[in-house]
């Protein structure tokens, strides 16, 4: 099972799933602290800004990033919850997550994924740039960023609350 949640809620959302493994995938990853009851091999902290274009100044979302999070999660032993955040909980996370649930399930339908998100959280926004990477990675012959498009936009507010996706 996968947690999504805001860095606010990261403590919170290990101690309550029994997480084994998080993945970070925010910008200024540095001011994250580790939950002490996950070991430092099962926590990955990727950097990167939440924008979906090259901005000089900014860490797009790259290749390399989404490289990183599915070697990570494909060497998550499912035996306890991963908790997937990003600073909102919103858009990184929601897109880092939705891509490790393709990954993990590779005959899983992209919409049927995407919509369990939308009902899980209706604020959820899936960074486009991210979700269009993976799904290069994944083969997925653009059927990932069509599944954003039949999830449609997220509702507006500052911080997500933290949700799951079931992996079955």
Same mark, same amino acid.
């Given at each position: ?58 860490? !797009?979302?790259?290749?390399?990033? %989404?490289?990183?999070?599915? @070697?990570?999660?494909? &060497?998550? +032993? ?45 604020? !959820?926004?899936?960074?486009?740039? %991210?979700?269009?990477?993976? @799904?290069?990675?994944? &083969?997925? +012959? ?27």
């Amino acid at each position: 099972m996968i947690h999504v949640c805001s860095l606010a809620a990261l403590p919170e959302t290990v101690r309550l799933t029994g997480a084994s493994h998080v993945l970070t995938v925010m910008a200024n990853v540095d001011q994250v602290q580790r939950p002490v009851s996950v070991l430092p091999a099962n926590h990955l902290k990727i950097s990167m800004d939440d924008i979906t274009e090259e901005i000089e100044g900014f860490m !797009a979302p790259s290749q390399h990033h %989404i490289a990183q999070v599915l @070697d990570f999660v494909r &060497g998550w +032993d499912r035996g306890a919850p991963l908790v997937v955040h990003c600073y909102a909980g919103i858009s990184r996370s929601t897109a880092s997550a939705f891509a490790a649930a393709c990954a993990l399930n590779p005959l899983r339908d992209e919409t049927a994924i995407a919509l369990q998100i939308r009902a899980a959280s209706p604020i !959820a926004a899936p960074n486009r740039l %991210i979700v269009s990477l993976a @799904d290069k990675a994944l &083969g997925r +012959d653009g059927r990932m960023l069509h599944a954003l498009d039949q999830m449609g936009p997220g509702a507006m507010l500052a911080e997500g609350r933290p949700f799951r996706i079931d992996l079955e």
